[in-house]
């Protein structure tokens, strides 16, 4: 059986989604395949991915020496990497203990790109100036995003009920801004957040308002959205591929700097929501947005993942 590695850097102002992609490609793969996790910096991502596969917990910038206390001589078939910082001598190290080296990077933001494949599953501005060398071995578009969830039927009403969720950093303010425009109305929300801290004010806060329901840390939000929905207010990350798949229209907040530009080029292909980047949110904002909501403009949103892509990256995997 082969042996893949998994190396990821994820929680906190990394976010969740290197980690969600990642953990959902390997639950796919194990049939096929041993595997290893190795997650810097988010000791609840290890935990999760512990309860699965053999994995190992590396504190965040760990220097490459640190690191290679942890792999013990092993040697892998393939080595996928997801993260922001990816230093050239990293990238010799793993090339050297794998017989593939396997990139997910949706940005094209690294000075250096030494592995056999590179997974950029979203489309952006920086493409265009990649060098043709590095082009060959890029897959390139939508069509490679690994969805991981299972397909599921969901009414869209106008019903006035809202999804919201802004991912896994300390988003509370933005969280506040939105609730505290549309308290006073009959808007109903769900509120799904991975953050404690901010779980636990947003709770704390609007604890007497019946229209708000929080959910916290939830492995998979999409089992607890409702069979009929409106709408829903996201993170300008994975989310936005996943809401996408299911049919849902969404408004897209993007709640890292990096997320602007995938948002802006998601949004020319499907109409969704662009409201922009979170630290700007504003009450004007927010009422152009409703006004949005209520001539359900979000109609014409278009849906464009039809199929999972599990097996695509399969094939390129074990090629």
Sequence with gaps: ??????????????????????????????????????????????????????????KNRISLDEEKNFYSKEKFDVLIYEGERLPKKNQLFYVEISKKFIIFDDNLTKKNYLSSIIFTCQLNSNYKNISHLTKKKIKYGYKYFPIYIKKRKINIKQNKKIVLTLGGGQYFNSYEIILEYFKNTNYKFLIFCNNKLTILKLRKKYSKNSNFKFFYNLKNIFNKIPSKIEFAIINGGYNKILFNFLKIPTAILNTRYHQIDLSRKFCENTLNYNMGYYKKLNNKKLNNFEKYLVHQKYLNQKFIFNANNLVTIKKLIFK
């Design 1 to 58: 059986m082969k042996k893949i590695a998994f190396r990821v850097l994820s929680g906190g102002k990394f976010g969740w989604g290197n980690f969600d992609r990642q953990y959902n490609l390997a639950l796919y793969l194990k049939k096929y395949a041993e595997i290893f996790f190795y997650i810097e910096n988010s000791k609840e991502a290890f935990q999760i991915a512990n309860k699965d596969f053999k994995s190992f917990f590396l």
